[in-house]
């Protein structure tokens, strides 16, 4: 089998001659990750990977939020000796602010949305929810994205859309110690907020699902409003029914729908049930998380392949003897289930140590070996 049929099959619960491995590196650039394919560091890695490995190319179309008549203003200003980078937003009579100021090593972080009285403002502001004025933005990001399909070999795996979900257009705006309350106390301005924002996505989604844009979409929303920080009933009514339903589009497409979840997940792991991705990347152990793998399949059983677990800091510390003890340690726990490798997170990089680049060669290679138990037959590996 080759790297994207491995992977497809995984996603459509079918048998596999081993279990994919998955880096998380993207294939083009972009500017959360290191840039793996042309860094001359990360060489060696993302030569082998190409064997060992598939690749998700993990792109996105971005929409403006609002409105044209929702006006905004960038600046840069010294006052008082701080450097300061700011962004306003005005309609009609309100007007929100967000601070970042520096001076020397210190940092002061005013978000847009600070307070209540921010949040009810910003939560009034018109959704653009214009087809037509959607479509066109969207059209325009078209060639390139097109171009960037062409360029990526179709047996390395698949192109991957993360189109976002309602959640986002709230949480990277907010102050975040606030945000708990506001669950609480304001509950009904965001259900609400997140019901229009939901009107932008179905847009967005079905433009790229009409067009066959890419096979998998990634969904990272459910980690931003989920135990500790809120409570499981606020997971249940901000989450849940618009990722069911943004998968459902994926689904009756055609497509398929891997959710990305870090952090401590026992709790609501029974509602991804619900929500019904192909896979949910990551599943945590302590202390980082509260759930082992086996535990998660205890829940989930064969009805979402899990994906992970390696943390991303171990590829800073391990040999890559300890590495390979680790994966063979996973895939003791996995025991022939439904399953992807992966790591939790990165490529940061800019530039891969010596280090980090024997750990991901060793990584690969502990599951290109150990995925042989539970799995069939199986092709030589690429070192044999």
């Known amino acids: 089998m080759t790297n ?64 044209p008549d929702v006006q905004e203003e960038r600046e840069q200003v010294i006052e008082n000796g701080w450097e300061v980078d700011r962004r306003q937003l005005h309609w009609q009579d309100l007007s929100l602010v967000a601070d970042t100021r520096r001076r020397g090593n210190d940092v002061e972080i005013l978000k847009l949305v600070n307070d209540e009285t921010d949040l009810e403002a910003y939560c009034s502001l018109p959704i653009l929810t214009d087809k037509d004025a959607i479509h066109a933005q969207l059209e325009r990001q078209l060639p390139k994205y097109r171009q960037e399909v062409a360029e990526f070999p179709l047996d390395f795996g698949s192109m ?67 135990p500790p920080m809120v409570g499981v009933d606020t997971f249940r009514k901000w989450i849940v029914p618009h990722a069911r339903e943004l998968i459902r589009m994926v689904h009756d497409a055609g497509c398929y729908a891997i959710q990305h979840y870090h952090g401590q997940i026992s709790a609501i792991l029974p509602y991804f049930l619900d929500m019904n991705p192909d896979a949910l990347h990551v599943i945590e152990s302590p202390p980082i998380g509260d759930c082992t793998i086996a535990e998660a399949y205890d829940v989930v059983g064969d009805q979402i392949a899990l994906i992970g677990n390696i943390q ?14 680790a994966v063979r340690h996973l895939f003791d726990e996995v025991d022939g289930r439904r399953f992807i490798l992966s790591p939790s997170a990165g490529p940061y990089e800019a530039t891969l140590s010596d280090t980090m680049a024997a750990n991901y060669l060793a990584f690969m290679e502990a599951g290109w070996e150990c995925s042989s138990a539970g799995h069939g037959a199986l092709p030589s590996s690429p070192t044999d």
Request: glycine fraction near 6%; include cysteine; aromatic fraction near 14%.
């Open 4 to 67: 994207r049929e491995r992977l497809l099959a995984v996603l459509r619960n079918e048998p596999v001659d081993r279990v994919p491995i998955w880096l998380l590196f993207p294939y083009h650039r972009c500017g959360y990750y290191g840039d793996a394919r042309t860094e001359p560091s990360y060489r060696p890695v993302f030569e082998a990977s190409k064997q060992y490995a598939v690749h998700l190319d993990r792109r996105s179309f971005g929409v403006s939020l609002f409105t």
């Open 160 to 226: 991957m859309l993360d189109l976002g979900e309602p959640i986002g257009a709230l949480y990277g705006q907010s102050n975040l110690t606030e945000f708990p309350i506001w669950s609480l106390t304001q509950a009904a301005v965001i259900e609400g907020f997140l019901a229009r924002v939901q009107e932008q996505k179905r847009i967005v989604y079905a433009w790229c699902l009409e067009r066959q844009l890419a096979d998998v979409y990634f969904l990272v929303g459910s980690e931003l409003a989920s």
């Open 312 to 325: 991303y800091d171990e590829f800073r510390s391990l040999t890559p003897a300890g590495m390979k003890r």
